[in-house]
């Protein structure tokens, strides 16, 4: 599967933004998905992360209550509503996708944990007063 993510840009604090993770060659209905973000000069990190089933989603603390990951499994796209927006969310988001069968984990431990075996090329959201 070939993902392409897409919907950075530059807002200002407070602002909203949805990026997308289109994918083709593959539905994404029996994979797991998640948005990782590596800001400048940090480790990449999954900051929100769902099961294939989407029975489970998983968010770090730092985005919890502001960010959404969502599943249009009809589009076969993945979105990440981001509210809220603040300087520290700048960096580059990578969407990401796998399987994970025949075991199958907790939307925290995709996140953590586990080492996705797509990945899209990364959308640069960058937010500054």
């Known amino acids: 599967v070939q993902l392409q993510a897409s919907g950075g840009g530059l807002v200002q604090p407070g602002d909203s933004l949805r990026l997308s993770c289109g994918a083709s060659?593959?539905?994404?209905?029996?994979?797991?998905i998640g948005w990782f973000r590596q800001a400048p000069g940090k480790e990449r990190e999954g900051i929100a992360c769902?099961?294939?089933?989407?029975?489970?989603?998983y968010y770090a603390d730092s985005v919890k209550g502001r960010f959404t990951i969502s599943r249009d499994s009809a589009k076969s796209t993945v979105f990440l509503q981001m509210n809220s927006l603040k300087p520290e969310d700048t960096g580059v988001y990578f969407c990401?996708?796998?399987?994970?069968?025949?075991?199958?984990?907790?939307?925290?431990?995709?996140?953590?944990?586990?080492?996705?075996?797509?990945w899209g090329q990364g959308t640069l959201v960058t937010v500054s007063s």
């Open positions: 990401a996708a796998d399987p994970v069968w025949p075991v199958s984990v907790s939307a925290h431990y995709y996140c953590t944990i586990y080492a996705p075996e797509f």
């Open positions: 060659g593959s539905t994404l209905d029996n994979y797991y």
């Open positions: 769902i099961t294939k089933t989407d029975s489970s989603t």
